[in-house]
């Protein structure tokens, strides 16, 4: 890589770093006015819908999921996708926000690589390292230091709900290594979360309605409105590119936007919520990047072709 491209994609990455860690505060104002979780994923997977039909036809590639033209098995993996990649771990975090800072939310999604290890070992995707062994438990401590004293008496942080928010980080990281055992079926990264986010939608549009929670479209053109189409633009605008920089600069050099979107998800906190942090979060903090940076896969390991 030349050092002119290093340069540029070093530019991206922090774009893309920028950009998802501001989706942490704007579902934090998403769901500080009583939109119901089930109402704003299902928003959330019609916008992603839109975004990602637009982009597969920009890029000359259909979108039908037809069991009939597609087959069962790209179906299957987009509905798997649809659980384990968004309902489930948006349910947990959209009720979290509800309770934890956002600054808070943003150190526990960076738990996604150390959770990927454990994972990776129980589907023998992946042999123990005592390096990466090291980068869980430092994770691990970084997450009791939030609820330790420090960050619960500043914050009222409650426990169960720092529970709630790891159930994201769990099933982000299956979704992962789900992908990297049984592969997409022939579909790439873009047509999968087009599939599943139509999936998603067309599930969770019942749920919302049944349970009193669908957001009628007028009430989007509010302040909680707004916060949830930005994330919701933000979130698959990053995705897109996310897979775009993976298949110039691969995936090892790509993996580093996790410190990025922490660390961005911190500072837009602070800038839009006007958040604070004790010590003991800012050592929370020091602990996740320290855990990152063990549990990333070295240079030389084999990792799937771009």
């Known amino acids: 890589m030349r050092g002119s491209q290093k340069l540029f994609f ?7 770093g920028a950009g998802w860690g501001v989706t942490m505060p704007l579902t934090k104002i998403a769901v500080s006015t009583g939109f119901g979780h089930y109402g704003l994923i299902f928003w959330q997977l019609v916008i992603g819908t839109l975004m990602m039909a637009a982009l597969s036809a920009m890029r000359g590639k259909g979108v039908t999921l ?11 993996i987009c509905v798997i996708v649809a659980l384990v990649g968004t309902l489930i771990p948006n349910t947990a975090s959209y009720q979290a926000a509800v309770h934890l800072p956002s600054g808070i939310l943003s150190i526990l999604l960076s738990m996604i690589p150390m959770f990927a290890f454990p994972v990776a070992l129980a589907m023998g995707l992946d042999r123990f390292s005592w390096r990466r062994l090291g980068g869980l438990c430092a994770g691990l401590s970084g997450v ?5 004293p420090g ?3 500043a914050f009222g942080v409650p426990v169960f709900w ?20 049984w592969g997409t079926a022939g579909l790439d990264a873009i047509q999968v979360l087009f599939g599943a ?18 957001i009628p479209p007028g009430a989007l053109n509010s302040t ?8 919701s633009l933000a979130h698959t605008a990053v995705y897109a590119g996310y897979v775009w920089l993976v298949g110039r600069a691969g995936p090892v050099f790509t993996v580093q936007v996790s410190y990025l979107v922490t660390g961005f998800g911190m500072l837009w906190a602070k800038l839009i919520l006007d958040e604070a942090y004790p010590p003991a979060v800012w050592g929370a903090l020091g602990l996740m990047f320290l855990g990152m940076y063990l549990v990333q896969p070295r240079p030389k390991a084999a990792l799937a072709p771009a």
Do not use: D
């Not at 529970?163 to 980080?169: E, P, Q, T, V």
């Not at 986010?197 to 669908?214: D, E, K, M, T």
């Not at 909680?224 to 994330?231: K, P, R, S, T």
């Open 197 to 214: 986010s139509l999936l998603g939608a067309i599930a969770v549009l019942p749920v919302a309605i049944a349970s009193g929670q669908f």
């Open 151 to 153: 960050a619960t008496t």
């Open 10 to 16: 070093t530019a991206v990455l922090i774009v893309l």
């Open 162 to 181: 720092v529970l709630i928010a790891l159930i994201a980080g769990i099933c982000y990281a299956m979704e992962g290594n789900i992908v990297a055992k």
């Open 66 to 76: 037809a069991p009939a033209r597609v087959g069962w098995g790209p179906l299957r």
């Open 224 to 231: 909680a409105g707004h916060a949830l189409i930005g994330a």
């Open 144 to 148: 009791l230091l939030i609820v330790g």
